[in-house]
């Protein structure tokens, strides 16, 4: 009996309930199957279908990723002026437009061009899909649905990476172009996905619209956004920092990086939904970073120890410090869903939302630099004051949480009402 259960709670902790959750969930899933599909072949895909060399390929996606950064607040704005369920759709059918005149582009600038509009895209329409799951769902669903999502994703991703496998397998001019037309349909049908899902009612304008920079005056929310961007820096560390050092640092075989990748695929779809308890509120969401940036500080003062072990126990120090970082992972996010959940007001939560990202674009730009000198270039040393960075945005973070609760938001009006979707 007490296996039964214990194989029940897995799946409950896998497996969305019925309803909404279990809706954004599926679309969540269907989408990252394109996603995943392209970040595991865009590389090939750039340099033998479209003929770019490695640095045109790193050029443009450096100047995606600013557009990114630069359009987040303004483009996040449109979910307050047009609702978020209306711009997600035109997001994703921008997206299948684009991905379908991938095979067309001819040249550097034709793939500037198409990486831009992406980046715009993906700075509007990602804070529609975060802004929707908080609309449509009451308070204390938020951060589990969330979580559900993830898990989802994390499914999707990995078939996306296999079906991916295959197209680089046939290595074609064709299969990789007929590979960037499927994630095109994969993109028309999350789109119809979203269209099925309920309606929400308007929220009400407020009654002295602020511009769509204002929310950047808000000092004690642009604060939490930085603390909790900087603690995204778990994904450069997994999917960069970590493999640089093992590949430099360490006696253990290639293949463990892409060992070590599926550890976490694996571990996020059946631990995200558990991980997520607790974070519902705002002094929850801050409890759970601050745990996650502590586990950040571990994973620094583990992972170099792998350095100076042999054989089978280097294996284990690099396992050790891998889940570390994974628990990390999910605790983090667990308390930013939290965080965005509770802090933004409901009239102006796109503004907010597309702020309260600005932290982790920040940290994309300077994470990849700053923690590669000091984990790999220093020879392990910097992993010390690297651990002594994270501690401090984990302390500081539970009070900058509680500084921007006591203050009241720029452009709020009325206190958040229930959200009923519209069947």
């Known amino acids: 009996m007490g296996a039964r259960e214990t194989i029940r709670t897995a799946v409950r902790n896998v497996v969305p309930p019925a309803g909404l959750t279990r809706a954004l969930a599926v679309q969540a899933m269907v989408y990252a199957v394109g996603s995943g599909l392209f970040h595991a072949g865009s590389a090939v895909f750039f340099t033998r279908a479209l003929g770019l060399s490695a640095a045109q390929v790193g050029l443009g996606l450096s100047i995606a990723a600013g557009v990114s950064l630069l359009g987040t607040v303004p483009l996040g704005g449109l979910t307050d002026r047009y609702g978020p369920q209306r711009v997600w759709i035109v997001g994703l059918v921008l997206n299948a437009a684009l991905f379908a005149t991938y095979p067309f582009v001819g040249g550097f600038a034709g793939f500037l061009a198409v990486v831009v509009a ?216 667990a308390g930013a869903w939290g965080l965005t959940a509770t802090l933004p007001p409901a009239d102006q939560r796109g503004a907010y939302v597309g702020a309260f990202r600005l932290g982790s674009q920040v940290q994309y730009l300077i994470a990849p630099v700053g923690l590669t000198a000091l984990g790999v270039t220093t020879g392990g040393w910097g992993w010390i004051p690297a651990a002594a960075i994270f501690v401090l945005v984990g302390l500081a973070i539970v009070p900058v949480v509680g500084w921007a609760g006591r203050t009241p938001r720029l452009g709020a009006a009325a206190p958040e009402r229930t959200m009923t979707p519209v069947p």
């Open 118 to 333: 992406l980046a715009a895209v993906e700075a509007a329409s990602g804070v529609a899909v975060q802004v929707y799951s908080i609309n449509a769902l009451p308070p204390e669903e938020r951060v589990t649905a969330m979580a559900y999502q993830r898990s989802s994703l994390n499914v999707g991703f990995g078939l996306g990476a296999v079906i991916s496998g295959l197209v680089l397998a046939v290595d074609t001019i064709e299969a990789y172009r007929g590979m960037v037309w499927f994630i095109s349909m994969v993109f028309l049908v999350t789109a119809l996905f979203v269209r099925r899902l309920p309606r929400l009612p308007q929220v009400a304008r407020p009654t002295e619209p602020m511009s769509r920079l204002a929310v950047l005056r808000d000092r004690p929310f642009m604060a939490v956004s930085l603390l909790s961007g900087l603690l995204t820096a778990h994904q450069t560390l997994y999917l960069t920092v970590m493999p640089l050092w093992i590949l430099t640092h360490t006696d253990a075989p290639k293949t463990i990086i892409a060992g070590l990748v599926l550890l976490n695929t694996v571990l996020i779809v059946l631990l995200q939904v558990r991980a997520s308890r607790g974070a519902d509120t705002a002094s929850g969401a801050a409890r759970a970073s601050r745990r996650g940036a502590l586990l950040i500080a571990l994973f620094c003062l583990v992972l170099p120890i792998s350095g100076l072990t042999r054989g089978a126990l280097t294996l284990v120090v690099l396992v050790a410090a891998a889940t570390v970082l994974i628990l990390a992972e999910l605790i983090e996010s």
